[in-house]
């Protein structure tokens, strides 16, 4: 049953790419955008993969005997399932088959994000073996995936209309919004090459408790755990140490997939000769803009109310069965609260100060930028009560 859930993860994975690339035969120039032969092969093949995806949760339900969300692999993988669901329901809304070809990508980053991490199935520890667990992360995934979708339409709508002619502090967020997608994927293709490598390399250090433990990186490390010891002969010795309150390794990987990301923004840069904003801007010259704008904002108008069940009411009923308190500022849940204010400010500046267009494009950017701040350093380098979701 692990194998074949295994084998349906990679088979819509597959599908997933096949797809994009039948959004892209979609986008016709000087015409109306709308659904054509190319589009009606991309979602046909999108919704195929979706299910092959759905195939691949439901037998890993029933191989682990619980809800597979209780770790990184399982959330980040149920998170990229979720995104092209979401996309799929607001394709047949609006009938943007550009949508597809920027939704789509993120998806597979953020399942090829999840493959890195391991994907053995384990007992569950005390704190997650509740209903609630399930309810709560299940809901929340869903409405940051729908929130996803929202970022992606502000990408669309920034891409079309930043003036790609000169440089301007637009041009360079736009940029940097980009080149984080791209470390992304170098953090897949780093973390790969170390892997086929069989590079390993132990430490003895002591934790936040004062207790003497061991960390196996498998990368070079740049950064090493709190007084840590290099017990493997061969390997690079740590540039610095971190406090115990870092998980040191996972920062490591966090500043590898920043490096190779920067190598191959480069070599992008290179290629192109030109930002990868403005060589994108042709892709988008014939959107409808006001279309766009409008599934941005839908998205989060329909995702907040999702994230606000999951990740702050059913949060709380959880904590409180699991740890008998409501709320206790863990990193986690500090952070979730900054992503529900920031949400809520936005719709508040949409809805109150008339904050269309341009502007409220950036802040669905932004508010992206703090879900996945949410899912790799708060998960990654900072030790709270939520660690265990990053084994």
Known sequence: MVQLSSTLLYVAFVLYLVATFFFGGAIRPKKR??????ATLGIFVTIVGFLAQLGYFITRWIAAGHAPVSNLFEFTTFFGMMIVGA???IYFIYKTSLLGLFALPIAILVIAYASMFPREISPLIPALQSDWLHIHVITAAVGE??????????????IRVVDQSKASQRTFWLEFVLFFLISTLGFV????????AGYEATFE???????QSEMVYHMPALVGPHEGVLKTEGRME??????????????????????????????????LRKRIAAALQPLVKNVNLDVVDE???????????????GALIFAMIWAQIAWTRFWGWD??????????????????LRLSKGWHGERSAWLAVIGFAIIMFNLVVVNLVIAGLHSYAAS
């Open 33 to 38: 955008e709308g659904v054509n032969r190319w």
């Open 87 to 89: 996309f799929i329901v």
């Open 145 to 158: 995936a729908i929130l996803a979708i929202s970022f992606a339409a502000a990408l669309i709508y920034l």
């Open 189 to 196: 293709i780093v973390t790969t090459s170390f892997r086929v």
């Open 205 to 211: 250090w002591i934790d936040k408790n004062g207790q």
């Open 238 to 271: 740590p540039f610095v140490d971190m406090p115990a309150i870092i998980n040191a390794r996972k920062l490591n990987t966090v500043i590898w997939s920043l490096f190779a990301g920067g190598v191959l923004y480069g070599l992008l840069r290179l290629f």
């Open 295 to 309: 599934i941005s904002y839908r998205s989060v108008a329909i995702g907040f109310p999702i994230f606000t069940l």
């Open 331 to 348: 990193p986690k849940e500090v952070w979730a609260l900054i992503t529900w204010l920031f949400y809520a400010a936005f719709l508040h």
